[in-house]
């Protein structure tokens, strides 16, 4: 059964960077793709972007570049940065697996980001 | 661009049908996926390729789809599936992007 441990800071101030990582334990990261996901305050799901087994990403067009995601296959693990935060990036975060036609069928727990000075 | 339309809310009385809709020009060409979401947890994959159920989901959970429209039908609504309901599709007219459409308020009255 595999399982995705999600962590990073909760309180990053504006301008700053917001970090987070996923850890997939139980699996490997081959023939998936990993991806990024968050939800405002009192809205819907906002897909951020992901990155395949190769290294190869596709990130939201409407956050205008602010993000990275990256891979580290000797841990396991991959990684968001969301640049020049403001008080519109808080949310809480997910991290998911997905895997070709069957969609994103293992998410991380979540963790809540607050931008505030 | 391209979005996802979904209605805000639908109610139903325990033991009905609900369904839910989702709209998009590009679904004809791109498969639709459907996530529920309860208060304070990881959404949940209960239909992925507009039709196909995981296992493990209840099959009082179907899809169906229609042109540009799909949609989630849960025959014999418990309460356990009052919830949010977002619909997920991909568009690659540019730069390939996922989205979600803006999510659906199920209430089981």
């Known amino acids: 059964q595999v399982q995705l441990q999600q962590w990073g800071a909760g309180l990053v101030k504006p301008s700053e960077t917001l970090s987070l990582t996923c850890a997939v334990y139980?699996?490997?990261?081959?023939?998936?793709?990993w991806s990024w996901i968050r939800r405002p305050p009192g809205k819907g799901l906002e897909w951020l972007g992901d990155?395949?087994?190769?290294?190869?990403?596709n990130d939201n067009p409407s956050l205008k570049s602010r993000v990275t995601i990256s891979l580290d296959t000797s841990k396991n693990q991959f990684s968001l940065r969301l640049s020049s935060v403001t008080a519109a990036d808080t949310a809480v975060y997910y991290c998911a697996r997905g895997r070709g036609d069957t969609g994103m069928d293992v998410w991380g727990p979540g963790t809540t980001v607050t931008v505030s000075s | 661009s391209y979005e996802l339309t979904q209605p805000p809310s639908v109610s139903v009385s325990p033991g009905q049908t609900a369904r839910i809709t989702c709209s998009g020009d590009?679904?004809?060409?791109?498969?639709a996926y459907w996530y529920q979401q309860k208060p304070a947890q990881a959404p949940v994959l209960v239909i992925y390729?507009?039709?196909e159920r995981p296992s493990g989901i209840p099959d009082r959970f179907s899809g169906s789809t229609s042109g540009t429209a799909v949609t989630l039908i849960i025959t014999g609504v418990q309460a356990e599936d009052e919830a949010d309901y977002f619909c997920?599709?991909?568009?690659?007219?540019?730069?390939?992007?996922?989205?979600f459409g803006g999510g659906t308020k199920l209430t089981v009255l």
């Open positions: 139980g699996g490997s990261l081959s023939n998936y793709y």
């Open positions: 990155i395949n087994y190769t290294g190869a990403t």
């Open positions: 997920q599709s991909a568009d690659t007219s540019g730069t390939y992007r996922r989205l």
């Open positions: 590009a679904l004809p060409k791109q498969y």
């Open positions: 390729k507009d039709t």
